[in-house]
């Protein structure tokens, strides 16, 4: 295993205040000498199997995590001309953005002076278009690299002070029309249930590899999650995902509080209707069930950095244990029914998982379950601006959590 450095300390996390401005500046557009590039610059070869295409947001204090380690990562891997490795990377001390095509000794870097927003979902559709093209594959990994915080932003750029929320994400890929077969994420604690709900509403991504943790400095060991597939171009996106997993854990080992997991989005989306079940069994078990309610959220995992992110498989087990105390009726069995049931179809969501010894009790999916201040400071942005409270009620169990 690495030695992690000092840089470790930073993690690729967004500190987020109470109150969540959702003002973004606007965007006069992409230059012209880029609007042309996907047409100027197309690949004249017959279609790769892969491109890994990498969205870099350093545009803030962790441009030196990208220096200190990615960077070093990518150019660790070999070259294959079946694998295209590209990467359009923002940084702070810089006016305009680096395109970079990843092929070992033979790594080329253009720089535009033209600066962009990433945190637009302009620029990402940009970015998605130009790679696509100009780099056309059988098979799309897009990788978004900066800070993260579950359901509350990600993608912050600070010289423009943009930050990208689900609404942006989706209207990005909408807008590019590009299938995604795996999406990895590295970034803090997003894998969580409101972020994938936003992130697979358009049905443009297939697998979503990310954390529920936060995310270290170093962030993804790039040269072991890509070499196999570097080293085999016929990997599928679910072997992909799983090299991506696999080369968390060899480079970050057992004994950290970390964790990374790969998730099939059309199998998380189709487990919601087990969520549907649960939460209004949780809803109408209320009155009766909630000192167990209480208990497990209260054992439950609690994600570092964020306030009050548990992880949701967990809750769900502590609570069928805790319910397991009360005396049999059909209430009780209607909820540990239920809770069963939420449980088993979203494992199966779950293709991959690696956690730390510290973080072995999480699943892979978190949720937000907020009480005390953090309730107070956060219910109204929660219920009002995210999809997910709005299409499941999970916001209704939390509020009378908190009556």
């Given at each position: 295993?690495?030695?992690?450095?000092?840089?470790?300390?930073?993690?690729?996390?967004?500190?987020?205040?109470?109150?969540?401005?959702?003002?973004?500046?606007?965007?006069?557009?992409?230059?012209?000498?880029?609007?042309?590039?996907?047409?100027?610059?197309?690949?004249?070869?017959?279609?790769?199997?892969?491109?890994?295409?990498?969205?870099?947001?350093?545009?803030?204090?962790?441009?030196?995590?990208?220096?200190?380690?990615?960077?070093?990562?990518?150019?660790?891997?070999?070259?294959?001309?079946?694998?295209?490795?590209?990467?359009?990377?923002?940084?702070?001390?810089?006016?305009?953005?680096?395109?970079?095509?990843?092929?070992?000794?033979?790594?080329?870097?253009?720089?535009?002076?033209?600066?962009?927003?990433?945190?637009?979902?302009?620029?990402?559709?940009?970015?998605?278009?130009?790679?696509?093209?100009?780099?056309p594959s059988e098979n799309y990994c897009l990788v978004l690299w900066d800070h993260g915080s579950a359901w509350k932003g990600f993608l912050a750029d600070d010289t423009d002070g943009s930050r990208m929320y689900g609404p942006d994400f989706d209207?990005?890929?909408?807008?590019?029309?590009?299938?995604?077969?795996?999406?990895?994420?590295?970034?803090?604690?997003?894998?969580?249930?409101?972020?994938?709900?936003?992130?697979?509403?358009?049905?443009?991504?297939?697998?979503?590899?990310?954390?529920?943790?936060?995310?270290?400095?170093?962030?993804?060991?790039?040269?072991?999650?890509?070499?196999?597939?570097?080293?085999?171009?016929?990997?599928?996106?679910?072997?992909?995902?799983?090299?991506?997993?696999?080369?968390?854990?060899?480079?970050?080992?057992?004994?950290?509080?970390?964790?990374?997991?790969?998730?099939?989005?059309?199998?998380?989306?189709?487990?919601?209707?087990?969520?549907?079940?649960?939460?209004?069994?949780?809803?109408?078990?209320?009155?009766?069930?909630?000192?167990?309610?209480?208990?497990?959220?209260?054992?439950?995992?609690?994600?570092?950095?964020?306030?009050?992110?548990?992880?949701?498989?967990?809750?769900?087990?502590?609570?069928?244990?805790?319910?397991?105390?009360?005396?049999?009726?059909?209430?009780?069995?209607?909820?540990?029914?239920?809770?069963?049931?939420?449980?088993?179809?979203?494992?199966?969501?779950?293709?991959?998982?690696?956690?730390?010894?510290?973080?072995?009790?999480?699943?892979?999916?978190?949720?937000?379950?907020?009480?005390?201040?953090?309730?107070?400071?956060?219910?109204?942005?929660?219920?009002?601006?995210?999809?997910?409270?709005?299409?499941?009620?999970?916001?209704?169990?939390?509020?009378?959590?908190?009556?």
């Amino acid at each position: 295993m690495r030695i992690l450095r000092d840089v470790e300390s930073v993690s690729k996390c967004l500190v987020v205040l109470a109150v969540i401005a959702l003002a973004v500046p606007g965007f006069s557009g992409l230059s012209s000498a880029v609007q042309s590039l996907s047409t100027d610059t197309v690949k004249a070869v017959a279609v790769d199997p892969w491109t890994i295409a990498l969205y870099i947001d350093a545009d803030n204090n962790l441009e030196s995590c990208y220096d200190q380690f990615t960077l070093p990562f990518l150019t660790n891997l070999a070259e294959n001309d079946q694998v295209n490795i590209v990467a359009w990377v923002d940084r702070l001390s810089t006016t305009g953005y680096e395109m970079i095509d990843f092929a070992g000794a033979d790594t080329t870097s253009t720089f535009s002076t033209t600066e962009l927003g990433f945190g637009l979902a302009s620029t990402l559709t940009a970015f998605i278009d130009w790679s696509s093209s100009t780099y056309p594959s059988e098979n799309y990994c897009l990788v978004l690299w900066d800070h993260g915080s579950a359901w509350k932003g990600f993608l912050a750029d600070d010289t423009d002070g943009s930050r990208m929320y689900g609404p942006d994400f989706d209207r990005a890929v909408r807008d590019a029309g590009v299938q995604i077969d795996v999406l990895g994420v590295d970034a803090c604690s997003m894998s969580s249930m409101e972020r994938m709900y936003e992130f697979s509403a358009s049905g443009y991504i297939d697998i979503m590899v990310a954390s529920e943790e936060l995310v270290p400095g170093n962030g993804f060991s790039y040269d072991l999650m890509f070499a196999p597939v570097v080293a085999d171009p016929t990997r599928t996106p679910e072997q992909l995902s799983s090299d991506m997993v696999l080369g968390w854990e060899a480079y970050y080992g057992a004994s950290q509080r970390v964790n990374l997991a790969a998730v099939d989005l059309h199998t998380y989306r189709a487990a919601l209707t087990e969520f549907g079940v649960w939460n209004q069994e949780l809803l109408d078990g209320y009155s009766s069930f909630y000192k167990a309610y209480n208990r497990a959220a209260k054992h439950s995992y609690q994600v570092s950095g964020s306030v009050c992110q548990i992880d949701m498989l967990d809750f769900a087990q502590l609570l069928y244990e805790e319910l397991g105390k009360y005396p049999v009726t059909a209430e009780r069995t209607a909820l540990s029914g239920a809770t069963t049931g939420m449980i088993n179809a979203f494992k199966v969501s779950v293709l991959a998982l690696s956690t730390g010894s510290v973080a072995r009790d999480t699943t892979g999916i978190s949720i937000w379950f907020g009480w005390g201040g953090t309730y107070d400071a956060l219910i109204e942005y929660y219920s009002s601006n995210l999809w997910f409270t709005a299409d499941t009620q999970w916001d209704e169990l939390i509020a009378a959590f908190n009556a």
